[in-house]
């Protein structure tokens, strides 16, 4: 029995390939002279687009605004003309709308030094504004206002803050390279979030493969004096998953449908802790971050400060290309990323990994009949009977799969690595998903 916390239903042991680039210390990714920036990289209200073509743009100028509280700004991440505004795909497959823009003139930040803003003179609400401005959404792949996540409701208290630093999806190091590498700025974002909540405690959890980062911090914080602890968790997938994450760190569960403020805890993702410190203390937007290039078709596996709008062939040119052609291109992590078809797709805030698969890694085999096994059972973590909602969806059985709990699925992939039969069951729980929320809009007469 391992020594760490972790939660207590289902959950998988997959290969986790990131000595690749765990021990690589983040470089500065290339610039494309043309930036695709899409208006929509988070969940929300897409942007109202404040740029037309021909018009020039600084870098870091307020290109798209939020379309509603649960929406973020974005910036232009490089100064240069608008060429045009086009529709785009994004990984996830949603068509949304994306200004090009073709750099040219003088960076205002980049290369230049910036003086620090002393963040304890401000008040809550000039951070909270400062929060909302820069445009900063979940960096673990959710995306998430951040803005709208720390507003507190009244008569709501937040007794934990966990900060997400698990990062159990295999082949993603990102976190990892950022906690060793910006630590003291991780530390001061969340005491910035830390004034804003007060909470009772405050946890960074991350797994237990990643000691190195635990000890790092916990030497600062003791160092420092700080009031936060570091949690080691039990190297298991999807360990980072927000439900799971809390249920280890606090033992609550947070009950279906419900958000996890309902069991007084709020968390963040340790990238997202980094942008809020550049917001507040350097008023800097979100228009980088870093990604982890991987997999066994990359030459030189890296991790990269990238620009958003940034092309994926940009980045794995900055890997030195492929070393053999890839069977799939994948924009996130193997488990819960989505097939990229298209290599000029680019980096937006929410773009966390992308790698490049041969076919010995995915092991890609047709889909047979469920052979009854029950191992998809054993392995979701939400408790869920994965090969039943996948009948009902395969059925069109919409509000049979609902009341078998699709819409708890956390499309966590563990059901789909572990069928031996190969059926493609998050890909149905994707799509079933899809056809449930299109029904409730139809039904509510949206
Ligand atoms: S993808 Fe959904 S059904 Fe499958 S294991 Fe994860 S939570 Fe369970
Ligand atoms: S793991 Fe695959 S084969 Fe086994 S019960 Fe689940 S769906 Fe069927």
Redesign the pocket.
């Known amino acids: 029995m391992s020594r760490f916390r972790t939660f207590p239903k ?1 959950g998988i042991h997959p290969q986790d390939y990131k000595e690749a680039t765990c021990n690589k210390e983040i470089q500065n990714a290339s610039l494309s002279s043309i930036a695709v920036v899409p208006l929509s990289q988070h969940i929300g209200a897409p942007c109202e687009c404040l740029v037309k073509k021909g018009d020039l743009v600084e870098e870091e100028q307020v290109i798209g605004k939020a379309g509603g509280f649960v929406s973020a700004n974005i910036h232009s991440p490089v100064p240069g003309e608008v060429k045009e505004i086009k529709k785009i795909f994004l990984p996830n497959g949603i068509a949304v709308d994306a200004v090009v823009i073709e750099m040219q003139g003088e960076f205002k930040r980049l290369g230049k030094e910036t003086t620090p803003a002393d963040w304890n003179s401000m008040s809550n609400e000039e951070i909270a504004a400062k929060i909302s401005e820069m445009g900063i959404v979940g960096q673990g792949g959710a995306t998430f206002p951040t803005h709208v996540k720390l507003s507190l409701p009244k008569g709501k208290v937040c007794e934990t803050f966990i900060i997400n630093a698990v990062e159990c999806e295999p082949y993603l190091t990102s976190d990892h390279r950022v906690m060793l590498e910006k630590a003291d700025e991780v530390l001061e974002g969340i005491k910035i979030v830390q004034r804003l909540l007060n909470p009772g405690k405050t946890v960074i959890g991350i797994e237990a493969n990643k000691m190195d980062a635990v000890e790092h911090l916990q030497s600062l914080i003791s160092t420092k004096g700080y009031d936060m602890e570091v949690m080691p968790l039990e190297v298991k997938y ?1 360990q980072g ?1 927000e439900k799971n994450l809390i249920k280890a760190v606090t033992g609550k569960e947070v009950p279906s449908g419900q958000l996890p403020l309902e069991v007084g805890v709020i968390n963040a993702n340790v990238g997202t802790c980094l942008s809020i410190y550049e917001a507040v203390v350097f008023s800097k937007p979100v228009i980088e971050r870093i990604v982890t290039v991987s997999g066994g078709a990359i030459k030189n596996p890296s991790n990269l400060k990238a620009r958003v709008g940034t092309s994926f062939r940009t980045l794995i040119e900055d890997c030195g290309g492929f070393s053999e052609e890839p069977v799939k291109v994948i924009a996130g992590g193997p488990m819960m990323g989505f097939t990229v078809y298209d290599l000029d797709t680019p980096v937006t805030k929410g773009t966390s990994g992308i790698l490049a698969l041969t076919a010995k890694e995915i092991k890609a085999a047709k889909p047979t009949a469920c052979l009854s096994c029950g191992r ?1 059972i054993s ?4 408790g ?1 009977n ?1 090969t039943k ?1 996948y009948k009902y969806v395969d059925f069109n059985m919409s509000d049979e799969a609902a009341a078998a709990g699709l819409m ?9 690595f572990m069928c031996p039969a190969h059926i493609p ?2 890909q149905g ?1 994707r799509g079933g998903k899809k056809v449930i929320r299109k029904n409730s809009m139809k039904k509510a007469g949206k």
């Open positions: 289902g999807p998953a998809c392995a979701c973590p939400m869920l994965p909602i708890d699925c956390v499309e966590c992939g563990s059901c789909s069951l998050v729980f």
